[in-house]
């Protein structure tokens, strides 16, 4: 039955590094995008034009927002897990003290 209550350390882990990887594609994608720009003659010179490069910059900006959010929302994620596997096995920990000190006679009754 006990098995049924254990939590896989590693698996807790693995999952917090993958959000961290995660992470950093993410940045390295909105790298990869902040590097790049679009003229404002790229679309075109009619009166038109001028509204859709701003239309164009605006989105740009709230792309570039968003996918820093996403990271940072992978970074919590990863501390989340880790934090967790942590008081995981700080509680084993406890357990397996005070149940060594209960087997060694040190038990308080």
């Keep these: 039955m006990?098995?049924?209550f254990s939590a896989a350390q590693e698996a807790?882990?693995?999952f917090a590094r993958s959000a961290d990887q995660r992470a950093e594609k993410v940045r390295s994608i909105r790298s990869s995008l902040a590097s790049h720009s679009v003229?404002?003659?790229a679309f075109g010179k009619l009166p038109e034009?001028?509204?859709i490069s701003k239309d164009y910059e605006e989105r740009q900006e709230d792309t570039l927002e968003?996918?820093?959010d996403i990271a940072t929302l992978q970074e919590k994620i990863s501390e989340g897990v880790t934090?967790?596997?942590q008081s995981y096995q700080d509680?084993?920990?406890e357990t397996v003290r005070a149940l060594n000190s209960v087997?060694?006679?040190g038990g308080n009754r």
């Design 2 to 4: 006990p098995e049924q």
């Design 12 to 14: 807790l882990h693995k």
């Design 39 to 41: 003229h404002r003659e």
């Design 49 to 51: 034009s001028e509204e």
């Design 66 to 68: 968003t996918l820093e």
């Design 83 to 85: 934090t967790t596997a």
């Design 91 to 93: 509680s084993d920990d």
């Design 103 to 105: 087997h060694h006679g």
